[in-house]
């Protein structure tokens, strides 16, 4: 069996600028509190902890006054900027860039809305760190959608913007963004509505989903390596499996089953852009421990 590594899989520009900024904090203090884990997987979060980087949630931070903490490449709103400040703790930004740029644009658009009595809806998970992130720029109406059926809550006889996450799939928020517009024009009863659509996923996941879906098809089987938590993760790991049902989900080497492996020649293994390079080396080398086979590095 010949076991072939996704070279476009793993870790995304932003991902890779947190943990390097983390990384870098480390050999200076050895310790650093992050709040909310780094990234959404298990084992780098873990591996981190071992050089003596500290998860702490939300309610936890006003236990931490006068220490470093990290603000991971998510995002956070104000709010935690303006406790952090109070609480005399150092901060060190890892906000994605492209996460940052979303932000000021939510925030621009939501002051202008406010004006006009209108509202912004975002496509994204309700409760993910980068969500909240960016309800908290603005006071305006904010409206976090998953699917289509979220939309009947909302009044849309009036202006509305549209976001996505950074990470959710592009081709579901064009249908999320079909439906805004269709119940605009039934609401404004014409064709021209008063609808701002803005292009927010990131081009680096946008892309990742072609591409592995390529990778995917090219292979007997699959191994999609992931944290349980990362959205970015289910929506590569659904693409993988649409494309070849011989797909499998796992987090770690240890959930590897032998009979994934059976009658595989050439088997795949592929990750969310929260995985690590070297989670999926180690899922590499635990499929050929068992099929003793060999894989590209």
């Not at 936890?60 to 935690?80: C, I, K, N, Q, Y």
């Not at 039934?186 to 892309?207: D, I, K, M």
């Not at 879906?213 to 929506?235: C, E, I, P, Q, T």
Request: hydrophobic share 40%; with cysteine.
């Amino acid at each position: 069996m010949k076991i072939e590594i996704d070279e476009k899989s793993g870790f995304c520009f932003g991902v890779v600028r947190a943990i390097d900024m983390a990384e870098r904090e480390l050999s200076k203090r050895g310790q650093l509190l992050c709040l909310g884990d780094i990234v959404h997987n298990g084992e780098e979060v873990m591996r981190l902890e071992r050089r003596g980087l500290q998860t702490i949630q939300y309610p936890e931070l006003d236990s931490h006054a006068g220490r470093t903490v990290l603000l991971r490449a998510h995002g956070e709103p104000p709010s935690t900027y303006e406790q952090a400040q109070r609480l005399g703790m150092s901060v060190v930004d890892a906000t994605c860039p492209v996460v940052l740029a979303l932000q000021r644009k939510v925030k621009e658009r939501g002051a202008a809305l406010r004006a006009e009595g209108g509202a912004i809806i975002i496509f994204g998970k309700n409760g993910h760190a980068e969500v909240l992130g960016l309800l908290g720029q603005t006071e305006c109406d904010r409206y976090v959608v998953m699917t289509i059926a979220d939309l009947e809550s909302i009044a849309f006889n009036r202006p509305i913007d549209c976001f996505s996450q950074t990470t959710m799939s592009p081709t579901q928020y064009l249908s999320i963004v079909s439906a805004v517009r269709e119940r605009m024009q039934r609401a404004f009863g014409r064709e021209e509505v008063p609808l701002q659509v803005h292009a927010t996923t990131c081009a680096q996941v946008s892309n990742r989903k072609q591409e592995i879906g390529m990778f995917a098809a090219a292979h007997d089987a699959v191994l999609f390596v992931s944290g349980v938590k990362s959205s970015n993760g289910r929506m590569l790991y659904q693409e993988c499996l649409g494309v070849n049902p011989r797909t499998f989900f796992l987090s770690s080497p240890d959930e590897m089953r032998i009979e994934w492996l059976q009658g595989v020649e050439r088997l795949g293994v592929c990750g969310a852009t929260s995985t690590p390079r070297w989670l999926m080396e180690a899922v590499a080398r635990r499929a050929a421990e068992l099929a003793e086979g060999s894989y590209e590095r």
